[in-house]
Structures are given as C-alpha cells and as structure tokens.
C-alpha cells in the first residue's frame, strides 16, 4: 500500500531550503563576524549551499508528515540531517568552491540555519498546541468495540492530543454486552453522532475488514456524516491483502481508510488550501478592499441594519461556522429559518442588485482565507436546512467531507437559489457527490471559470 508522503516530502524540502536561503542572506548582509557584502562568487555559494541541503535530505529525509511530534522529537530529528548536512557541505566545498573558500561564512550560515529552525519549529508547534487546545483541529471520534486492542487505542488517544483525535467513547456491536461504559450500540449511531459532535468512527475487529461489512458499515456512517478509519494491527494488511487504499501515519498506528476520495490526500488538501489562501488574499486585497466601503454605504442608505449578514452553516466534518455575506435582507425573525422566495419582501432593492451579480457572496472570501470554507465546494448550508435534508436525502452528509465553496459543481450547472421541490436539492447533491468522488485542481479552476463567464452560475440568483 502506498502512503500519502512525497508531496509532504517536497513541501518540507522546499521549506528547509527557505530557511537555509535567508540564513545565507542575512548572514551576507548582517553578519557580526565579518563583512561578506563584497565576498566574491557570491551566488556558487548559494548554489553549493542548496545542493549540500538537497542531498543530506535524501539521504535523510525522516519527517513528521503530521506536525504531531512532540517538540524535542522534531528537533531530534531536523538535528540528525543536520549532522549530516555539515560534513556534506564542507565535502562539496572542495569541489564547488574557489580554493581559499572563506569557511568562517560557511560555519556563520549553518550555525543560523540551525538556530533559525529550532525558532521556526517551536512557533509552529505552540501553534498547534494551541489549535488542539481549542479543538480546531479535532477529529472528535469513536471507537467500535471495547476489546483489548480497542482500549489500548483510546488510552493511546487520551494520552497523546496532538494527535488530533478527541476521544468520545465507545460503541458496542454485533449484539455484545459489555461490562465497560459505552456510548451507545452502533444501531444507534445517527442519534448517537448528533448527541456527541462525532464525526470519524475507528475500528479494531478485523471481521469489519471485508468488502460485505465495510459496505454496511459504511452505508451506517454515511448516513451521520461520519468517516471511517480501520486501524491497522498485528500486520492484518499484508502486501497479499491489499484493496488499493492509501495507510495514513499517524505517528503510533496506521490507518486504512475505506472510503477515500481524492481530498483525503494530505498533498492535495495542502495544494487546494495554498491556491484558498493565495486566491482569496488577492480578492480581499484587490477587491473587497475598495468595494467594501461603497457596499456598506449603499448598504446603510437602503435600510436600518448591519452591513454583514452572518448566519451559522454547517461546515467540514458536520461543525458549525459563521458564514458571512452583505446583508441583502431587511432584519427579520425568519432569516435562519426560510429561504429568500421570488418576489420576497424582504430582499431590499441593493440586495435585489447584489443577489442577481453575486455581489453578496463576496465577504465569503473572509471564510475561505480563515479556513472555514474553499473557493469551490458544495455550498454550506443553514443548520435547519442539514436537519431537515439529512433525514429527507440518504448520505446527504457525505457532502461534509469536504470543507463548503463559495462556488461549486451544483451552482454552476444551475442547481442554486430556492430549493421548494425536494429534486433541486437532491440534483444539488447529485453533483456534490461527483465532485467529491472526482476532484482535481483543474476542476476547481474550470468551476470558477464557468462561475464568472457560465450563464448557468447565474440561474436562480435574487
């Protein structure tokens, strides 16, 4: 089975160069030592510095893929390829470098190179403690079954948060009673996934691992929103047993998803949410900085109230965001609840302009550089909406496995606006499950593209 790590693998080798190119910088232009300004063949320095990095980080590229290490772990190990990355560098030194190279530089950008890390990684991990602690990035789950190997797992959870994983409880199955406390029985995993915020269920009990079980329990989890992971133990996945899945490190164990869709891979997660944040970083900038103030005056002329209309949707792994728009609507009590209708009253006459060019949607770009949302994806939802759908529409949550767009598959082929049939939302969902099952970077940009140009992105808008 494959592993989801060269794409990582690159990302952490660009990552180190950068480092490594402005310790060389700042040293040539700040150095307490000596003054390199006027050093000679400046730039065979930097070259021989990159390929020096380059090649102790193939012969040692250990990495924490996760960012779940505990810190000294980290510094353990960017300190062994630093040993290495010493006598590498001095070697190609002899070779690359003029006779008479000025070692003192050598030994001056190394040593801040170094430095400059350890600074890094600690900021980067007391980030991370602090996204833990305020549960941004906990998956909250539950394990199926209470046998040995069962809570081994939840005490190796409970012991070890970084990991990312917030331990519920336990569900029983097949039928066994338990003398240890349990959540519930997997029968009753809707209600049970509701009552706890459970969004990823972990099993042991190799008698799952079949493609008749796996079916069955994956059409259960479907139904709540839930992902599934099989946790890898006593070498069950042998290269005989295999089902063309990708294993997920997650540092003590491994897990073998089921059910994967493009998204689950860490490399394109990261290359989808570098294109959110350059994107919207440029909107915010180079439009939503001007167009804000004559927005909100507009806004303000036309009727009493807030400039931002912002409303809980139901986002990534079924959790609650506050998504924001420009208010198109006079203030009502029914907002939360009722779609805006053709002809609605409460739609004022800039909010009638806005709906019609999309104008409203445009804070969402706030939501995407956050984090809450991507600049495609299927569209988030008003909570009463995801109850309401979720019990009318099978597998309507699966559409949650991914983070909501301000744009998406569905919009541009006219599936938007006022759902007052249940087949306008189930061809919504229809085409959400496409683009889950199918995604590609390519995708994203032809949806945007057909968003601005399309005639279909703008069926059904006001």
Known sequence: MKTDHSGVRFFYLLFDLLLLNISV???FFNSPMYDYVDLPQRNLYILHANISELL?????????????????????????????????????????????????????????FFV??????????????????????HHRVAILGVGNSDLILGKLLNDNP???????????????????????????????????KLNMLFVTDPSYFTKENTRVLLSKCNETGMRVRYVLTKGYWSNNNRMGRTKESARYFEMFNPQEIPLDSLTLRTEKRIFDILFSAAVILFIFSWLFPIMSLLIKLNS?????????????????????KFRTMTVNSESD???AQVNDSRITSIGHFMRKTNIDELPQFINVFLGNMSVVGPRPHMLKHTEQYSELIRHYKVRHFVKPGITGWAQVNGFRGLTDELWKMEKRVEYDMEYLEKWNFIWDIKIIFMTLFGNKAYENAG
């Open 304 to 324: 009493r109230g807030p400039v931002f209309f912002k409303q809980q949707r139901t986002g990534i792994n079924n959790k609650t965001f506050w998504c924001y």
């Open 116 to 137: 400059l890390k350890v600074a890094v990684f600690y900021l980067i991990y007391k980030f991370q403690q602090f996204r833990y602690k305020k549960g941004y990035a």
């Open 25 to 27: 910088y700042m040293v």
């Open 56 to 112: 102790a980080y193939i012969i040692y590229s250990k990495q924490n893929y996760y960012f779940t290490d505990s810190y000294t772990e980290r510094v353990k190990s960017f300190s062994i390829r630093f040993i290495i990355f010493l006598p590498t560098l001095f070697l190609l030194a002899e070779v690359f470098l003029p006779e008479g190279y000025h070692k003192g530089f050598l030994l001056e950008y190394t040593g801040f």
């Open 162 to 196: 970084s990991l990312g994983f917030k331990l519920a409880g336990y569900l029983s199955s097949k039928g066994l009673q338990s003398d240890f406390a349990t959540l519930g029985n997997l029968d009753d995993l809707p209600s049970l996934s509701e009552r706890y």
């Open 337 to 339: 609840s009722k779609q």
